[in-house]
């Protein structure tokens, strides 16, 4: 292993409603590509893939999980030990919206302490069909101070730079517990991370 390579594999899930574009976010990222007739996911499909920041190297196991209402039940047994959890929602559907907070305790409620929670707006190419303000986005990750990213699976925007903070964020606490040094509270993203795209 590579001094900067943190090899030992971190778990992300990404959890959110269904045909909010999960996997279209997913598909964007390892593939460079997108998908406009996507399926659903059943169950749960996870992936490896390597996140690069400057010279360091993290390898993470994402798994992409139903959003389905019948498959609601399962989602905990991918929250527990994760790493880390990208909230997905699209802007044009203010019900996905309102379900994060459904999302965010059920993940809070099995995922351990420290894990690092995201929100990513999906679907920013359809900023003129959005249904939910900037007002509403900002008064969510204000209060539970989490940070936010706009993203679009269909142009790529956004979606490099989510990942990439994930993976910033893995390997800052990987050398802080080889350091001694505990780690960040829960869903707490740093007083100088930007909590928004």
Known sequence: MLENDYEEYSRIVMIGDSCVGKTSLLNRLVQDSHNPNEMPTIGAVNLLYRIN?????VTVNIWDTAGQEKYRSLAPIYFRNSTAAVIVFDITSFE???NIEKWYISLLDVAPSDVIVVLAGNKCDLINES???HEQIDGF???RQIPYFSTSAKDGQGVYELFAFIGKEIISRKKKIFLGVSSLPTGKASQNSNVCC
């Open 96 to 98: 996905s919206f309102s």
């Open 141 to 143: 990750i204000r209060e």
């Open 131 to 133: 249904q939910v303000s």
């Open 53 to 57: 920041v400057g010279d360091d190297t």
